[in-house]
């Protein structure tokens, strides 16, 4: 199985801050990775796939790069509303397999 | 905009066979791959597999040797089957659609499955 390993697990910050959250791939992965959000009791909701798309309806501040086995989430101005656990999830190959999570805290 | 609710018994035994099942509404089954998913907090997110609308199914190895996901479509419905459950299988169990890639668009809003005595 290809093993995800999201950096930092939790992290603080203030409204309007930027903030950068990493995820890496055991092996590559090319570009098939998705960022999904979680907020508290409610599914995951998909912000990024193909490692840089954003998915229609998601605020454009949300952003990814990255291929191979190193990608980023940037949210460019932290907002009220993005405090929330954010999962990277792999496609490349089977058994597809998420992050353990990057929890967004109010600093 | 298509839904997705899961159904089934919150408590299962020990051994026992965990049985799920995805209702569609908004939309067609035809074309997609619809999936199950749970969330425990030891190991997080864990794909469990999918049916294709055809039939066709892909299943985590980790599993495979204990599950059955199966579609109706002309109930808009598919299902899962887990057999000789354990502690390990208590988790959040969710249904999804899944686009020809492998990301999710459209979720459920999760089924708690406890496995207790």
């Known amino acids: 199985d290809i093993q995800m390993t999201q950096s930092p697990s939790a992290l603080s910050a203030s409204v309007g801050d930027r903030v950068t959250i990493t995820c890496r791939a055991s092996q590559s992965i090319f570009t098939w990775l998705a960022w999904y959000q979680q907020k508290p009791g409610k599914a995951p909701q998909l912000l990024i796939y193909?490692?840089?798309s954003l998915q229609s309806g998601a605020p454009s501040r949300f952003s990814g790069s990255g291929s191979g086995t190193e990608f980023t989430l940037t949210i460019s101005s932290l907002q009220p509303d993005d405090f929330a656990i954010y999962y990277c999830?792999?496609?490349?190959?089977?058994?597809?397999?998420f992050g353990q999570g990057t929890k967004v805290e109010i600093k | 905009q298509v839904q997705l609710q899961e159904s089934g018994p919150g408590l299962v035994k020990p051994s026992e066979t965990l049985s799920l099942r995805c209702t569609v509404s908004g939309g067609s089954m035809n074309k997609y791959y619809w999936s199950w998913i749970r969330q425990s907090p030891g190991k997080g997110l864990e794909w469990i597999g999918f049916v294709y609308y055809s039939g066709n199914t892909n299943y985590n190895p980790s599993l495979k040797s204990r599950l059955y996901i199966s579609v109706d479509t002309s109930k808009n419905q598919f299902s899962l089957k887990l057999s000789s459950v354990t502690v390990a299988d208590t988790a959040l169990y969710y249904c999804a659609r899944g686009s020809s890639s492998g990301f999710y668009v459209s979720w459920g809003q999760g089924i708690l499955v406890t496995v207790s005595s």
């Open positions: 193909k490692a840089s």
């Open positions: 999830q792999q496609y490349n190959s089977f058994p597809w397999t």
